[in-house]
């Protein structure tokens, strides 16, 4: 019963994180705010929203393993599986994306954050230090985003939909934000109870179950953007969404509660953490295309994952 409560949290979260973002983008083009504010800010809170609400509810109900273990489990399983299974079906020519500075920004937040926990649980002078951190980063996306658009014209938001009614945005918003803590609520307590029922710690739970259920809404982004080819959106989606779970997921969630860092964290999950970050470094960086052998490995890394942390 645990099992379909949890997969039932899951599906329940990826419903109201779409939905969310659909009513908060169309709700915000009819007032008027520009399309460049709406996507930097509602969408990019909006897609994290299922990361944003475990974590959070994790660390109030005392269980700040599943808080920590879904932020560093996510960005893990980002990399190796969110990009790896779209590129072993269809490639991504990521030679063509030009992600150089955010995917530095991406390394030098990871590196942060792993210096951070082993000086000590997250507490909440942490959170106000990567929250700041997260809104310069977001100031200068804006400054990036503002260039682009002089340059290259308006870009039209997924999701926008100047013919959708009243009616239509309220039930979107209305189900998103009953949703999303509603399905929350669901996935931590059966996430926890599964945890505790098979005697495996909190953190791994939050290394795999919880970490790949919300990490649902950027596979589905991701493999829809390399199947259209769209390769610059999937690349764009991790590295984003990592610098998102780190900054700003754990950054709201420890201003709740202080947040320990396990032992098996520190000594495992937030070196592999860096080293599958690192490993973007050639298609970030060096404008590589992601092949489907490579999309084979990436993926094939992440079975190897979890079979080490659950052996």
């Known amino acids: 019963m645990d099992f379909l409560l949890a997969g039932a949290g899951l599906v329940i979260l990826v419903f109201a994180g779409d939905a969310l973002v659909r009513g908060a983008v169309n709700l915000s083009l009819r007032l008027g705010i520009p399309a460049?504010?709406?996507?930097?800010?509602?969408?990019?809170?909006g897609t994290s929203a299922p990361e944003l609400l475990v974590s959070t509810k994790a660390v109030l109900d005392n269980a700040p393993g599943i808080a920590i273990g879904n932020v560093v489990g996510s960005n893990i399983a980002n990399v190796l599986l969110v990009l790896g299974l779209p590129a072993l079906f269809f490639g991504l020519n990521t030679s063509h994306c030009?992600?150089?500075?955010?995917?530095?920004?991406?390394?030098?937040?990871t590196v942060l954050f792993v210096v951070l926990a082993m000086l000590g649980p997250l507490t909440w002078i942490t959170g106000l230090l990567l929250?700041?951190?997260?809104?310069?980063?977001?100031?200068?996306?804006?400054?990036?985003?503002?260039?682009?658009?002089?340059?290259?014209g308006p870009t039209v938001l997924e999701g926008a939909d100047p013919h959708m009614s009243w009616l239509k945005i309220a039930f979107f918003l209305?189900?998103?934000?009953?949703?999303?803590?509603?399905?929350?609520?669901?996935?931590?307590?059966?996430?926890?109870?599964?945890?505790?029922?098979?005697?495996?710690s909190e953190t791994v739970i939050g290394l795999t179950l919880v970490a790949v259920g919300t990490s649902l809404p950027e596979l589905a982004t991701t493999v829809v953007a390399a199947y259209h080819r769209h390769a610059e959106v999937?690349?764009?989606?991790?590295?984003g969404s990592n610098i998102a779970?780190?900054?700003?997921?754990?950054?709201?969630?420890s201003l709740f509660g202080e947040i320990p860092i396990d032992p098996g964290i520190l000594s495992f999950d937030l070196w592999v953490m860096l080293g599958v970050s690192l490993v973007l470094f050639p298609f970030?960086?060096?404008?590589?295309?992601i092949s489907r052998l490579w999309g084979g490995l990436l993926t094939a890394g992440y079975a190897a994952y979890v079979v080490a942390l659950l052996v």
Not at 136 to 151: D, F, G, I, M
Not at 234 to 239: Q, T
Not at 284 to 289: N, V
């Open 284 to 289: 970030a960086f060096l404008r590589k295309d």
């Open 98 to 109: 030009d992600t150089r500075q955010s995917y530095l920004q991406m390394i030098c937040v």
């Open 174 to 200: 209305v189900a998103g934000l009953i949703g999303l803590p509603f399905g929350a609520d669901i996935l931590v307590d059966s996430a926890t109870a599964i945890a505790r029922s098979y005697h495996i």
């Open 36 to 45: 460049l504010i709406v996507g930097l800010t509602i969408v990019a809170f």
């Open 131 to 152: 929250l700041a951190i997260y809104v310069a980063v977001l100031v200068n996306e804006v400054r990036n985003a503002r260039a682009h658009r002089e340059e290259n």
């Open 234 to 239: 999937a690349l764009g989606n991790v590295i």
């Open 245 to 253: 779970n780190l900054l700003a997921i754990l950054g709201v969630a």
